[in-house]
Each structure stands twice: as C-alpha cells, then as structure tokens.
C-alpha cells in the first residue's frame, strides 16, 4: 500500500512539474496563454515578446452609447505586463501609449462599450492589447 501511495505521489509530482514549466504557462500563473492579443480579467494573452494580463477595471468613466457627453470619459486597466526576465504591473488608459520595457504598449480596445443604466459585470470585459 505504501509503495502505490509513494508511486502515486512520484507521478503527480511529475505532472505538476510538467504544468510549470509550459512554454504557454507565464510565471505564477500555471494556465495557457491567449496567443490573439485579447484577452478577459486575469487572463493572459502574448502580443509579440510581452505577455499581458489584465488585473482590474481602475476605471471605466466613458460615455455610454446613445447619450451626449460633454467627456468621452476613460477607461484605465491595472494591467501586469511579462517581458523577457521582467514583470511590471502598471495602469493602462484606453487608447494611450505607454513605455515599457523598451517597447511602447497600449490597450487598443476594451469591449462591451458602456450602456445607460447598466453596469458592466467584470467578467464580461474584454481588452485588446497592442505593440506600437
């Protein structure tokens, strides 16, 4: 009995090593990695060498769709950004370049758009990142 215990835990040791050492795996997070730039919250996506994961709405003030604003308001995502042996966490506003690691990023889109009336339930986000 203690031998098939032991063997049982020998094998899923292996598994979860094999886990964390996916290519597709970045660091700390164990799960695969969009390849299309797009990305929910928590999700990671690569766009080019970087791969972004996006952590928390800071703010989404933009103008709902079928109403006058006097500001188109903004959107600022807390975003974590994985390089080649650096990580960075930083605010991303929709549509604004930023430097970072020797490139520039930017969130290119942010998607559902803002209906009066109606908040927007986290998980329904999705972001668009880009290289510049």
Not at 18 to 36: F, K, L, M, Q, Y
Not at 51 to 56: A, W
Not at 63 to 68: A, E, L, M, R
Not at 72 to 81: D, Q, S
Request: hydrophobic share 40%.
């Amino acid at each position: 009995m203690r031998s098939i215990i032991l063997a049982l835990s020998v094998l899923s040791s292996l598994g979860l090593a094999a886990c964390a050492t996916s290519a597709n795996a970045p660091i700390g997070v164990g799960g695969p990695i969009r390849g299309d730039g797009q990305a929910r919250l928590n999700e990671p996506t690569r766009v080019g060498p970087l791969v972004f994961t996006p952590k928390e709405v800071v703010e989404d003030s933009r103008c709902p769709s079928g109403v006058q604003c006097v500001w188109a308001g903004r959107l600022v995502l807390l975003t974590r950004i994985d390089g080649p042996g650096w990580r960075q966490t930083i605010p991303l506003a929709l549509g604004e370049d930023q430097p970072i690691g020797g490139h520039v990023v930017r969130l290119a889109n942010a998607r559902p758009a803002p209906v009066a009336g109606q908040p927007i339930a986290p998980g329904t986000y999705i972001f668009a990142f880009q290289l510049r």
